[in-house]
C-alpha cells in the first residue's frame, strides 16, 4: 500500500500556519472588538492577549507534532490521549461542519470580493426548491474544485501554491499598513479616542472570540506531519514562528487602522481595512483591499483543503471511516480520495451558505472543548507515556498548556452563558456522529 511522502519543507509548513491564519479576519475583526471593548488600546490588548495564547497553543503543540508526527493532527492527539472515541468525534466534526464549512464560507467571502469587480456574480442563475443559486456560489464551488484538483498532484503542489500565495498575500498586507502610517492626516492621537461599549469581562471575552476567530488555524500545520520533511526539528518551527509572525502583522495592521480612523470610525466600519485605504486613496484604495483579501482568502482556501484532508484519512487508517478514504495515490502519494470527499462535500455546503453561519456557530462550542482537550493530551501524555521520545518539549511547561485550557474553559463557559441554544445544538452535532462511530468500531474489531 502507497504511503503519503515527506515533500513539504519548512517554508511550505510555515506558509501553511501564515497562510491559513490570515483569512479575511483581519479585515473585519477590529470593528466587533471596539464595539466591545471601546476603546483602540483595549483593541490591541486583546489582539496581543488572543495572540499569546495562540502561541501558547503552538508551543503546546510543538511537542506533540515532534513528537507524534502523524497525518491528522489533533486526531492523532486525542487518540493516544483519550483513546478512539473522542479522536472519532474530533474528525466527524471536522469533516461534517468545521473544515469543510471553513472551505465554504471562505470560497463564498472569495466570490463576495469578486463581485465587487464583476456584480454579475451576485445574479441568480437558478433556484432549487426555494432556495436561490447565485452565479457566484457555482464560481466558488468551481474555486474549491480548482485546488482540490492542485492538492490531489502531491503536497509539494499545494505546498508550492501556499508559499507563493502567501509570500503575495504578506507583502499585500505590508503595503496597506506601510499606506496607513505614512497618511499625513493620520495621527495617533486616535488611539485615545472611544465609543460606547459593555466592557468589563462580558465585552472582554466577546472581543477575544473575535480575535480568536482572526487567528484561528495556527494548529492546522499538525495535520500534515506526516508529509513534512525532518519534523522533529521543522514543525516546531512552523508552529511557534508562523503564529509569532501572523501576531506581528496584526498588531501592525490594528495600528494602522486607528492611526488613520478613530475608534468611532472603525465601529462603523464594515469593512475596516476598506474605509482605511478609501480615506487615504479614494475608491482605488479599496479596491487594492478587495485584491487583497482576495489572494488572502484563497490562500487560507488552499490551506484548509491541504490540511483538512488528512483528519478523515487518518481515520479511514484506523478502521474509523470508509476504507476508501485511507487510500494513498500510487502516483502522487496523495489521499487523493479523501481530498475529493472534503471538496465535494464543501462544494455542497457553499450552495447552503446562506444558512450555514448559524450551523458554524452551533459547532464551535463543540470544537473548543476538543481543542482543549487537545491542548490538555500534552499533559495526560506526560504521565501516560513518559517514555515517548520528545523532540522538542514545550517552552514554560506545565504553565503554557494550562494557561490555554483554562483559558479555553472560560470560553466555553461564557459561550454557554451567552448562546445557550447554539452551544447545545454543537453537542448535538458532536453526538450525531455516535452511531457511526459504534458502527466502524464494531466493523474494526470485527
Not at 6 to 17: E, M, N, S, T, Y
Not at 180 to 196: C, E, H, K, M, R
Request: net charge positive; with cysteine; charged share 10%.
Amino acid at each position: 500500500m502507497s504511503e503519503l511522502k515527506r515533500d513539504l519543507g519548512v517554508w511550505g509548513a510555515a506558509a501553511i500556519v501564515v497562510g491559513t491564519v490570515i483569512g479575511s479576519g483581519i479585515f473585519l475583526v477590529p470593528k466587533s472588538m471596539v464595539q466591545n471593548v471601546g476603546t483602540p488600546n483595549m483593541v490591541i490588548f486583546v489582539f496581543i492577549f488572543g495572540g499569546l495564547l495562540s502561541l501558547a497553543g503552538a508551543l503546546t503543540y510543538a511537542e506533540l507534532a515532534s513528537a507524534m508526527p502523524e497525518a491528522g493532527g489533533e486526531y492523532v492527539y486525542l487518540r493516544e490521549a483519550y483513546g478512539p472515541f473522542f479522536a472519532f468525534l474530533y474528525g466527524w466534526t471536522q469533516l461534517l461542519v468545521a473544515k469543510s464549512g471553513s472551505v465554504a464560507t471562505l470560497a463564498t467571502a472569495f466570490f463576495t470580493y469578486m463581485a465587487n469587480f464583476y456584480p454579475a456574480l451576485e445574479s441568480v442563475l437558478t433556484t432549487i426548491g426555494p432556495v436561490p443559486i447565485k452565479s457566484g456560489q457555482v464560481f466558488a464551488m468551481c474555486v474549491i474544485a480548482l485546488l482540490g484538483w492542485l492538492n490531489y498532484f502531491g503536497v509539494k503542489v499545494g505546498g508550492n501554491v501556499q508559499i507563493v500565495v502567501t509570500i503575495v498575500k504578506v507583502g499585500l498586507i505590508a503595503l496597506l499598513i506601510v499606506v496607513g502610517f505614512t497618511f499625513p492626516a493620520g495621527d495617533f492621537a486616535n488611539l485615545s479616542t472611544s465609543v460606547p461599549a459593555p466592557g468589563g469581562v462580558a465585552g472582554f471575552f466577546a472581543a477575544l472570540v473575535a480575535a480568536l476567530w482572526a487567528y484561528d488555524g495556527w494548529n492546522n500545520v499538525s495535520m500534515v506531519s506526516s508529509e513534512v520533511k525532518e519534523p522533529q526539528r521543522n514543525l516546531p518551527r512552523a508552529l511557534i514562528y508562523g503564529t509569532l509572525g501572523v501576531m506581528i502583522i496584526y498588531l501592525l495592521a490594528t495600528l494602522a487602522y486607528f492611526y488613520v480612523l478613530p475608534a468611532e470610525g472603525v465601529a462603523a466600519s464594515e469593512r475596516v481595512a476598506a474605509e482605511m485605504m478609501r480615506r487615504v486613496w479614494g475608491s482605488g484604495g479599496a479596491a487594492v483591499v478587495s485584491v487583497a483579501a482576495m489572494i488572502s482568502i484563497f490562500a487560507a482556501l488552499n490551506g484548509s483543503i491541504l490540511t483538512g484532508a488528512r483528519v478523515p484519512y487518518a481515520m479511514a487508517r484506523d478502521g474509523l471511516f470508509a476504507k476508501a478514504i485511507g487510500e494513498v495515490h500510487p502516483k502522487h502519494f496523495t489521499p487523493a480520495n479523501s481530498i475529493a470527499a472534503l471538496t465535494a462535500w464543501s462544494m455542497v455546503l457553499v450552495l447552503a451558505s446562506g444558512n450555514y453561519d448559524e450551523l458554524f456557530t452551533y459547532v464551535i462550542f463543540a470544537s473548543w472543548i476538543l481543542y482543549g482537550m487537545a491542548t490538555a493530551s500534552v499533559l495526560v501524555l506526560r504521565k501516560k507515556r513518559p517514555d515517548l521520545p520528545r523532540p522538542y518539549k514545550t517552552l514554560g511547561y506545565p504553565a503554557v498548556p494550562i494557561v490555554f485550557v483554562l483559558v479555553a474553559i472560560a470560553l466555553l463557559l461564557s459561550t454557554l452563558l451567552k448562546s445557550p441554544r447554539e452551544s447545545l445544538m454543537g453537542l448535538v452535532i458532536m453526538a450525531a456522529g455516535i452511531p457511526f462511530y459504534l458502527h466502524w468500531n464494531s466493523k474494526r474489531r470485527t
